[in-house]
Every structure is written in C-alpha cells, then in structure tokens.
C-alpha cells in the first residue's frame, strides 16, 4: 500500500487497528452517551423534584407575589380565627388577615434578608478564616480569639444588641443575624486552609517557584472554599429562623410581613 492510499483511507476513517475490535469504538461510545442520561435519572428522582419544587415556588413568591393572591396582606377581609378554608387556604390570624396573603407576601422580605445575612457571614467570615489560615503565627492567634469572643456570646443576644445600635429594620436585622455567623465561617474557613497548605502539591508548587498569594488564588482557595460555600447553603434555613425572631420581637420589618412570622 502506497501513502497516497494510506492518507486517503485515513481521510475516509477506514484504516483500522490490525486485531482491535470494530464494535469496540462504538460500544464506547454508546457507554459515553448513556453516561449523561444516567446522571440525569439520579437528579430527577421526587426526593430531588419537590425540594427543587418547593424552592422554586418560594422564589416565584418572592419575585412577583401579586400573581398568586390579590388579597391585601395587612387589612382584615374576614372573621379572627378562621380555619382553613377554600377562601382562605391557610385561614385568619388574629386580626382576621389572611394568612395564605401573608406568607406570600412576606417570602420577599424572609429570603431577601437571609441572603444578606448569609452574604455578610459568608464574605466577612471566608476573609478572616482564610487570613489566619494563611498568614497563622500571631494573626492566627489574634483573629480566633475574636472569632472565639463571637462564639462565647448568645446569639440571639448579640443580634439583638446589633439591632439596637442599627436599628430597626429588615435590612439591620439581617446584618445582626450576619454577624452572628460570621465566627462559624471564620473558623471552618480556617480549618480547610490549613488542611489544604499541608498538601503536598501546595509544598510542590512553592519548590517550583510559585509566589504567596500565587499559591494561595490557584491551589489553596479553590481546594477550600467548597465546604464553606455547602455551609451558606445551610445557613439560609436557620437565617431566617433568626430574622422571624427578631420581627417577633419587634426589631425586624415594622409590618411584621415575613413568611415565619404571621
């Protein structure tokens, strides 16, 4: 066989291995496309389906509650004390509002409020987890006795102590709520960089002449990050335990609209 002939049976996808099986390519590649549908059958299973489908609604609640209910949220349209009804699905509080209006109403104010919360936590918590984590030695020690004097204190009395000095509010409670886990992120932000610097590729990238913070962009925060970013996930929940507290008590929204509190 000349190499023109070579070149144009390569061009044409006929030139096989000497002993390889021909149905072995395509059975890869059959293996290749089922792969992905078989990963999608393990996401959309119902325990995966309704808290997607949850969110999703509380979400829809929160962006635009005027398309699912048009009864007002803060005047009286029935009797105190109603149960629920198919006028009223969740039935009247006290005042005779509806509870439904409430609660869909109040979703803006809940998930909004424990986002921020979550952000402060995240972003201030991350930074002085991942500096003492770093930089150790005397920083280290100077910022986990702080993060140490956050974690000695109740909690729902340093955000109420945060609020007093803000004051009231939606947006100054969920900034308390922040505060009060900015010492959680701190200290598991900390572990992982420290965990991580150990690592033998973090050591082989310093031998090879990689700089500090070079070190610390490529290799150290992307392998630490990931369970501080699944704890912020967790923290929404009990954010907006803390902000439903707090308007309980008269320090949240002065309408006193959120979805936990009714």
């Not at 995240?122 to 030695?137: D, H, K, S, Y």
């Not at 590729?201 to 962009?217: C, Q, T």
Request: net charge positive; charged share 10%; proline share 4%.
């Amino acid at each position: 066989m000349t190499v023109t002939e070579i070149v144009a049976e390569t061009a044409e996808g006929a030139v096989t291995t000497p002993g390889a099986d021909p149905d072995a390519g395509q059975s890869t590649t059959r293996l290749g496309r089922r792969a992905p549908q078989k990963a999608w059958r393990k996401i959309l299973t119902p325990g995966t389906l309704l808290p997607l489908l949850i969110l999703l609604v509380a979400v829809a609640w929160a962006i635009a509650p005027g398309l699912f209910t048009s009864v007002s949220p803060t005047e009286t349209v029935a009797s105190a004390l109603q149960a629920p009804s198919v006028e009223h699905w969740f039935g009247t509080d006290a005042t005779g509002r509806d509870l439904l209006s409430r609660v869909i109403h109040g979703a803006s104010q809940s998930i909004g409020a424990a986002l921020i919360a979550v952000a402060v936590g995240l972003v201030f918590g991350t930074l002085i987890g991942v500096t003492a984590g770093a930089l150790g030695r005397h920083f280290d020690e100077a910022l986990m006795r702080l993060v140490d004097v956050l974690l000695a204190i109740p909690t729902l009395l340093l955000s109420l102590s945060i609020v007093i000095l803000l004051g009231f509010g939606t947006a100054n409670a969920a900034i308390a709520v922040g505060v009060t886990s900015v010492a959680v992120f701190a200290r598991l932000a900390r572990a992982q960089v420290v965990s991580v610097r150990a690592s033998e590729y973090v050591e082989a990238a310093y031998g090879s002449g990689g700089g500090f913070f070079g070190v610390l962009w490529r290799h150290v925060l992307p392998n630490s990050l990931t369970p501080v970013i699944a704890l912020a996930a967790l923290q929404l929940g009990s954010a907006i335990l803390q902000i439903s507290t707090l308007g309980f008590l008269g320090y949240g929204a002065r309408r006193r609209l959120q979805s936990g509190v009714c």
